[in-house]
C-alpha cells in the first residue's frame, strides 16, 4: 500500500493561495492521485484529480512531478469558506488498495 | 437533484448487537461504495458495490458486510459489534463505477455509529 504523507495543519490568510503538497513514495504505476475537501459533519467532496503534470478546474490545481512521488493541491485567493480538512487519495475509490492520507486541516484567518 | 442520503444520521447501539445502515445514491449511479471514518485510523474503504455485485473489498473483518439492490440502494451491516466500531460511516456514489481514470463520487453525510 502507497504511504502517503501529509502536513497536519496550515494556516493561511483570506486571499492568499494556498498550497498543500501530499508525499506518496511507492506510488503503484496505474494509481491516480486525487484530492477531497472535508467540512465537519459532511461527507468529503471532490476537489480534483489527476496521474501526471497539471490539471486545473475551477476551484484547485494540481501538480504532480515526472517521478510522481509527491503532489500539490494549489488553492487560490482562499476565503474563510475554504477552512476544512483536505485528504490526498493515492489509488482510486472501490479498490482495495486505495489509501488515504490523514488529512490535512487548513485553517483561513481573516 | 437529490444527493447521496444515508439513514440513519445518528445511532448508538450496545457491544454484541448488529446494526445495518442504509444509503441511497444519485438516481442513475449504479456503484455504491463504503468507507469507516475514525480519528484513528482515518479514512479506510469497506467495500464497494455496483450493479448488485461486491466488486472489491477492504481490509475488515467478515463483521462487516453489504449488499445493493436492484435500485441500487445498499445497506452496510455490522455484526457483534465491538467499541471499535464506533465511527462515521460513509458512503459514495458514482455514475460509471470506481476504477483508474475514474476517482470522483459523491460522499453521503454519514451515519455516526456510537457502541457503548
Known amino acids: 500500500l502507497a504511504k502517503i504523507t501529509q502536513p497536519i495543519s496550515m494556516d493561511s490568510y483570506e486571499g492568499q493561495e494556498v498550497n498543500i503538497t501530499c508525499s506518496h513514495n511507492?506510488?503503484?504505476?496505474?494509481?491516480?492521485i486525487t484530492w477531497y475537501q472535508q467540512f465537519p459533519s459532511q461527507g468529503p467532496r471532490f476537489i480534483i484529480q489527476?496521474?501526471?503534470t497539471k490539471v486545473t478546474n475551477e476551484v484547485a490545481s494540481l501538480f504532480i512531478p515526472a517521478d510522481r512521488k509527491s503532489s500539490t493541491l494549489s488553492l487560490p485567493r482562499v476565503s474563510l469558506s475554504d477552512t476544512a480538512v483536505y485528504y490526498c487519495?493515492?489509488?482510486?475509490?472501490?479498490?482495495?488498495?486505495?489509501?488515504f492520507g490523514t488529512g490535512t486541516r487548513l485553517t483561513i484567518i481573516p | 437533484k437529490a444527493g447521496v442520503t444515508q439513514t440513519p444520521r445518528y445511532l448508538i447501539k450496545t457491544r454484541g448487537q448488529q446494526v445495518t445502515l442504509s444509503c441511497s445514491p444519485i438516481?442513475?449511479?449504479?456503484?455504491v461504495s463504503w468507507y469507516q471514518q475514525t480519528p484513528g485510523q482515518g479514512l479506510q474503504f469497506l467495500f464497494e458495490?455496483?450493479?448488485?455485485?461486491?466488486?472489491n473489498k477492504g481490509n475488515f473483518p467478515g463483521r462487516f458486510s453489504g449488499r445493493q439492490f436492484s435500485n441500487s440502494r445498499s445497506e452496510m451491516n455490522v455484526s457483534t459489534l465491538e467499541l471499535g466500531d464506533s465511527a462515521l460511516y460513509l458512503c459514495?456514489?458514482?455514475?460509471?463505477?470506481?476504477?483508474?481514470?475514474?476517482?470522483?463520487?459523491?460522499f453521503g453525510q454519514g451515519t455516526r455509529l456510537t457502541v457503548v
Open positions: 511507492n506510488i503503484a504505476t496505474n494509481d491516480y
Open positions: 487519495l493515492v489509488g482510486y475509490l472501490g479498490n482495495e488498495k486505495l489509501t
Open positions: 438516481s442513475g449511479h449504479r456503484s
Open positions: 489527476g496521474y501526471k
Open positions: 459514495a456514489s458514482s455514475l460509471r463505477g470506481l476504477g483508474a481514470g475514474n476517482t470522483e463520487a459523491f
Open positions: 458495490y455496483f450493479s448488485e455485485t461486491q466488486r
